[in-house]
């Protein structure tokens, strides 16, 4: 195998120029209007409605006129009614976590699991996976998308799979030492217990030299505590139920200067989250995707409700051209106000692990009484580190004093899927 070939799971796609890419693109979102359109009576009414007319539609430059579909539509349409192909051509689906209300359900047709598999793979081979390399997959198989979308991926790139799926953290540890695990594939919270667990059995994990997280946040300050624990490269892969779940957007290269989304697969957007217009690259907003290749339901216009930045459109270190985004910094609907003050809850995670002695398990408790909002910060930590040293600095770095309460590690809860981070309650 030639050493391209190992870099790249498809070299050709991989480093298409910008300009070949923008014409693919152009046609595709043209091509997957019309499809949409003839196939699913619902979207043909959505767009009837709007007043767009596909006959018109000259591609690109038009994108801003159409539409956007959310999590709303989804559920509109619950369970299949977005699907423009025949139930016989359904090979599997999946469901979202739920995290933000209903589930999403997502069917797939035999093209859309090698779509899923190729957009994966090319993760892999990003994250220096080889043919062979064992690859231990702790995210669920089941109806989230994590585990299976993993699975299919490692198929696609050869590697050797230990499908672990969630849960018996002890376990877990003892597969990778008898395995010689190569690549840890998690969400990211549940590599913090894997840690603690290990720590707590005197073991170690020497053969890991890889992880790759998702799902969720994953910020400087966590990656390097994982990078402290484990000594692996840590990369934050990306992707969504909407758009046929983990990896098919994209994924940080070695480079780690943001993370590659694959545009001949997707059509992305940044939207300003309250007028709902374009911004330029650089600035923060909501991205929009546009699915380019998918079956069963093709996405168009999706606001993700995920908040980043175009980063860039140069070629990458790395050798690939498509763009980079910037690392996830939450969702609109995760920015909370407290007196004034308005903040995600992976800016208390950056500021809580700067505090040494502070440990990766914290939740954000919101109580509201009578319209006003108090902040209370639970967080684990070793001996020394005091509620009031919480409090002094995350007024410093963030603005507000909170409620440092400090605990014991070991006693927050822990989840094996998505971290609950924040609990809002009424009192
Ligand atoms: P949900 O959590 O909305 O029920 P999914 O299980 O499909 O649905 O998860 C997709 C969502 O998870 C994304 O829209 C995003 O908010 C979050 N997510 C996935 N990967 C990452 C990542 N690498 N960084 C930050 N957030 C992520
Ligand atoms: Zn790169």
């Known amino acids: 195998m030639s050493s391209e070939n190992t870099r790249f799971f498809n070299p050709e ?5 910008q300009d070949e890419l923008q014409n693919w693109q152009n046609s595709h979102v043209k091509e997957v209007l019309r499809y949409v359109v003839d196939r699913n009576d ?12 596909v006959d018109d539609f000259c591609g690109l430059d038009d994108m801003e006129k159409l539409p956007t579909i959310s999590k709303t539509t989804f559920r509109n349409t619950f369970p299949m009614g977005l699907s423009c192909v025949d139930r016989s051509q359904l090979r599997e689906m999946h469901m979202s976590s739920g995290s933000t209300g209903m589930p999403i359900v997502m069917p797939y047709t035999l093209a859309d699991l090698h779509q899923w598999a190729e957009c994966m793979a090319r993760c892999y081979r990003m994250a220096g996976g080889q043919p062979g390399d064992t690859v231990q997959i702790t995210p669920s198989f089941g109806l989230f998308n994590g585990g299976f979308g993993m699975y299919h991926g490692a198929r696609a790139a050869e590697l050797f799979v230990i499908p672990t799926s969630s849960g018996n953290t002890e376990r877990q540890i003892r597969l990778v030492n008898h395995f010689q695990t190569k690549i840890f594939c998690a969400v990211i919270s549940y590599c913090i217990r894997v840690i603690e667990v290990m720590n707590s059995l005197g073991l170690t994990m020497p053969s890991l030299k890889t992880g790759i997280f998702g799902a969720e946040s ?37 480079d780690h200067s943001g993370i590659h989304v694959w545009e001949d697969q997707y059509y ?27 079956e069963a339901v093709p996405v168009i216009r999706f606001r993700t409700g995920d908040l980043t930045r175009i980063l860039t459109r140069e070629k990458c270190a790395c050798g690939r051209t498509h763009l980079k985004i910037d690392a996830i910094s939450g969702r609109t609907d995760d920015m909370l106000i407290i007196k004034g003050v308005n903040f995600f809850p992976t800016q208390v995670e950056e500021a809580l692990l ?26 684990e930590a070793e001996e020394g580190v005091t509620g009031f040293m919480v409090e002094k600095h995350l007024k410093e770095r963030l603005g507000f004093s909170p409620k440092g309460d400090i605990f014991k590690p070991g006693t927050l809860p822990r989840s094996e899927g998505k971290a609950v981070r924040v609990i809002k309650r009424s009192v």
């Open 354 to 379: 700067e505090i040494p002695g502070v440990l990766p398990q914290y939740q954000i408790i919101i109580e509201e009484h009578a319209g006003v909002k108090e902040i209370y910060i639970h967080v």
């Open 218 to 254: 994953v910020t400087d300050a966590m990656k390097k505590k994982i990078h402290e624990a484990l000594g692996i490269e840590v990369f934050n892969i990306y992707g969504m139920t909407e758009t046929g779940g983990v990896g098919t957007l994209g994924m940080d290269c070695a």
């Open 42 to 53: 619902y979207m043909r009414k959505y767009y009837e409605d709007a007043g767009v007319s």
């Open 13 to 17: 796609r991989e480093t298409m120029s």
């Open 268 to 294: 992305l957007e940044v939207i300003d989250p309250v007028t709902g217009k374009n911004v330029p690259d650089g600035t923060l907003g909501e991205l929009v995707v546009t699915s380019l290749t998918r």
